[in-house]
C-alpha cells in the first residue's frame, strides 16, 4: 500500500490509496537533517516551506486544531502530538479567495524514530489529522481523542474516517517493563490485545511475574480505532518495523540519542485543474 518513491537525494513512503482523494500521506526514509535536505524533500513534493506545521511532540493526548493562516505560520509553537487542519467549507480563515486558501491550506508534519505515525482523513469533509503515538500517547488512547475531537467540533461520522497506521516499531522488537504495562492498565482493558509475554499471547498473571513483556504499539492504535467506531476496513497499518529494518530507518530503540528522526507528512494535494482533488 505504501510506494516507495526515491529521488535525487531524497526518498520516502507514499501511501496510493489516498491518491485518488486528493491526499497526500508521505514517510521519509533515512535522510539528512540538514535544512537544506527538508526544502529538497518539500521541493520535490511541490510543498513551500511556509504551509508546513510541525508539532513540539511532547508525548501526550494533547491535541492542536488549526483555526487560521497566522496560527500555523508560527511554525514549531505547537505543544501537542496531533494536528487537525480542516479545508473545502471548512477553509482556514484569513484567505482571500478559495483558490488561494487551497494553495496554502496547511501541510501536517510530525517526526518519528520508533514512534507510530497515526494518518487520518475524512474525504467528505476534507479534514486531515496527523497524531504522534508513543507509548504514552498511545496509553491514553491519543487516536480515539483525534476521533472525539472530529466528532465534536466538525459532527464527523467516525465510520466514514479512513485511517493509515504507518512503519513504527513492531511489537517482536519493543520490549518494556511493568511501569509501561502498569500506565496502560489506568486507560484500558484487555491489554492481552498487543501486550505479550513472548511472541505468543500470554495471560496477564504471566505478564506480571516476568515484569517483561512485548508491546505492540502499532496494533495497540488500531484497537483504539476500531473501539472507537472506524470500521476494520478503513484502517490501514504498515507491517514495516523501523527497529528491524536499518536499510531504510532510523530507530532509537536501536541507535539511542544518536537517532535521526523521519518525518511523516499529510496535506490536500493540488490536481491539475488547481482545484481540490475530490468535492
Known sequence: MFKLVEQEETAYLKYEPWEKLGCSAIFTLKMSNRPADSLRLYSSLNLDVDRVVQL???????????????????????SGDALISAAGSNSL???????????????LQAVFADCVPVYFCEPRKKILAL????????????????????KLRYQVEVEDCQVVIGPAIGGESYQVGSEVYNFFSDYWVNLEEFFKNSFRNCGEEKVMETGKFYLDLKEANRQDLL????????IYLSPRDTFKDKSLFYSYRREGDQAKRMKALLFW???????????
Open 56 to 78: 513540539k511532540q511532547v508525548h501526550s493526548r494533547n491535541i492542536f486544531v488549526l483555526q487560521d493562516r497566522n496560527s500555523y505560520q508560527q511554525q514549531g509553537l505547537f
Open 93 to 107: 480563515k484569513g484567505f482571500p479567495d478559495e483558490g488561494k486558501a487551497w494553495e496554502e491550506t496547511a501541510v
Open 131 to 150: 497524531a504522534h503515538a508513543g507509548w504514552r500517547g498511545t496509553g491514553q488512547r491519543i487516536s480515539s481523542a483525534v476521533l472525539q475531537e472530529l
Open 227 to 234: 473501539q472507537a467506531g472506524v470500521r476494520d476496513e478503513n
Open 269 to 279: 494535494k493540488e490536481s491539475k485543474s488547481g482545484k481540490r482533488g475530490l468535492r
